[in-house]
């Protein structure tokens, strides 16, 4: 089994916020594929912390998850996860906002450093490696305060390139979830998405 995992805050004052992509892109590949987040006690015999929803796929066999801690406690629920699922790190991808991407551009990587990121931070400490697979979506660097801008709405005007940008981001997404080759879903995507911008 591999699982997404997409990051956020809970609660209805976070929804549609520049820190919140990571939950609307496991949203959008949920509704894509006609699965419901469920709380987590609706896996089967899972004894872990609970502090989580997740919905099941079966085609491939996989699961998306959004944790329902607040985004510095993401890894909290990840260990025992995996240890259920009978996973390795390497079968969890991270789905994240970076603000050190340009707004909409998408970047794939097997692993690395949290980049400052305090959601990936919390997990890859909670796992104890940094060999995570993680898919950051850019959500543009703020002029002003970084803690503000990450708890803010996109305006109207990037609403557009964020749309897509959240629909290829799940399509990557389920490319992985099927093949497992995070080499080849690389390839393939960072072509498509480099079409036309400065390398």
Not at 13 to 32: C, I, K, M, P, Q
Not at 156 to 170: H, S, W
């Amino acid at each position: 089994m591999r699982l997404v995992v997409g990051l956020g805050n809970p609660g209805p004052e976070y929804e549609s916020t520049r820190h919140n992509v990571g939950f609307d892109v496991v949203d959008h590949l949920a509704r894509r594929e006609g699965v419901l987040f469920e709380p987590a006690r609706s896996l089967e015999r899972f004894e872990g912390p609970t502090a989580f929803t997740c919905a099941r796929l079966h085609e491939p066999d996989a699961l998306l998850v959004r944790p329902a801690t607040f985004m510095n406690r993401s890894g909290s629920v990840l260990p025992a996860l995996l240890a259920w699922a009978g996973a390795e790190p390497a079968a969890c991808l991270v789905v994240l906002d970076d603000l050190d991407l340009p707004l909409a551009k998408l970047r794939l990587r097997p692993h690395g450093s949290s980049g400052g990121h305090n959601g990936l931070e919390s997990i890859l400490h909670s796992l104890g490696t940094d060999r995570v697979p993680r898919l950051r979506v850019g959500i543009g660097r703020s002029r002003t305060d970084a803690a503000r801008h990450v708890l803010a709405r996109f305006a109207e005007d990037e609403r557009g390139a964020i749309d897509r940008a959240v629909a290829e981001a799940a399509e990557a997404a389920f490319a992985w979830l099927v093949s497992g080759d995070l080499e080849a879903c690389m390839t393939r995507f960072h072509s498509r998405w480099n079409q036309g911008t400065e390398q």
